[in-house]
Structure formats: structure tokens, C-alpha cells
Nanobody, 128 residues
Framework: QVQLVESGGGLVQAGGSLRLTCVAS????????MAWFRQAPGAERELVIA????????RSADSVKGRFTISRDNAKNTLYLQMSSLRPEDTAVYYC?????????????????????WGRGTQVTVSS
């Protein structure tokens, strides 16, 4: 069974940092485009940051540029989201997503519908 499991969420003060981890099991993800999305209460799920199959090409939401970075360790089947300078508006459930369909090597897929594998999410709460 294919699974994505996120961890690392929690409560942090504004200005603090967190690192989220997404461990994939059931298949090898080193050929997949992957991403982190988030959903705040009452809002739609939105792209935070995506990474292409090549592991170098990334795409960030404007709201997190310069603060969040994405990386992957294909040997460990793991995706990371390093978040710094956190703000109260970053409070949301963060989801890991993978695209198991054929993907372009350097393209970062921005839409929720372009991903077909999802984790259950991890809560990040930033207090002011």
C-alpha cells in the first residue's frame, strides 16, 4: 500500500522554525514530482512549494519565498520542508503530495489536481 506520512508539525512562536518530513512507503518516489500544500481553516488548499523530479527545480508561493525551502532525499524516500521566520498566517495543516503519473524532469507542478498521492497532513500552528 502506497503511503505518505508527514511529521514534524507543532506549535511554534512567530519567528521560529520547523522542519516537516514526509516519508513515502510502498513505492519508490525518486522519479516523482512532489510538493507541500497547506490548508488553513476556512480556506482552500494551496500550494506552498513544489520540487521537480530532478530535485533542483522548485516553485514557491510568493508568501513563503525566502523563508521556506524544499528538499528530497531519494535514498530515504523522504521529502522535507524547512520553514523559518514563521508567521501566524502560516498556521495550517500541511500536506505532502506526490505525482505518480509521468512527469517532466524539471517541471514543478503547481496544481492540486496534478498530484494523485497525498498524506493525511500535519498541523502547524504559529502563535503571535
Amino acid at each position: 500500500q502506497v503511503q505518505l506520512v508527514e511529521s514534524g508539525g507543532g506549535l511554534v512562536q512567530a519567528g521560529g522554525s520547523l522542519r516537516l518530513t514526509c516519508v513515502a512507503s510502498g513505492r519508490t518516489f525518486n522519479a516523482d514530482a512532489m510538493a507541500w500544500f497547506r490548508q488553513a481553516p476556512g480556506a482552500e488548499r494551496e500550494l506552498v512549494i513544489a520540487i521537480a523530479r530532478d530535485g533542483d527545480s522548485t516553485r514557491s508561493a510568493d508568501s513563503v519565498k525566502g523563508r521556506f525551502t524544499i528538499s528530497r532525499d531519494n535514498a530515504k524516500n523522504t521529502l522535507y520542508l524547512q520553514m523559518s521566520s514563521l508567521r501566524p498566517e502560516d498556521t495550517a495543516v500541511y500536506y505532502c503530495a506526490a505525482r505518480s503519473r509521468p512527469s517532466l524532469l524539471t517541471y514543478t507542478y503547481p496544481r492540486e489536481s496534478e498530484y494523485d498521492l497525498w498524506g493525511r497532513g500535519t498541523q502547524v500552528t504559529v502563535s503571535s
